[in-house]
Nanobody
Framework: QVQLVESGGGLVQPGGSLRLSCAAS????????MGWYRQAPGEQRDLVAT???????NYADSVKGRFTISRDNPKKTVYLQMNSLEPEDTAVYYC????????????WGKGTLVTVSS
């Protein structure tokens, strides 16, 4: 069982930056593939970025060059550094953990709200 708690959301002006954190509890954090997803009002939940247990990263086209995902395995934490934020980035951001071999072992946090507005 993995529990995920996001933090770092808030209100920021266009062009600003935020860093989201996702703290995980449970064993074997380092083997999990971790990701950030977001859901805007009235929209589906979409992938933002993922980082595999190997450290390989993947980004949605809309955030490439602006967002950076990273992980600190000893701290059981994954981060999302968001720069050059745009109003279109406004959403609830969710942390996700997927076991690389057992599909049923997938976990979500409760989300943190990011609002980009002047």
């Amino acid at each position: 069982q993995v529990q995920l708690v996001e933090s770092g959301g808030g209100l920021v002006q266009p062009g600003g930056s935020l860093r989201l954190s996702c703290a995980a509890s449970g064993a074997f954090f380092s083997i999990y593939h971790m990701g950030w997803y977001r859901q805007a009002p009235g929209e589906q939940r979409d992938l933002v970025a993922t980082i595999a247990s190997s450290g390989k990263t993947n980004y949605a086209d809309s955030v490439k060059g602006r967002f950076t995902i990273s992980r600190d395995n000893p701290k059981k934490t994954v981060y999302l550094q968001m720069n050059s934020l745009e109003p279109e980035d406004t959403a609830v951001y969710y942390c996700n953990a997927k076991h690389p071999m057992i599909s049923d072992m997938e976990y979500w946090g409760k989300g943190t709200l990011v609002t980009v507005s002047s």
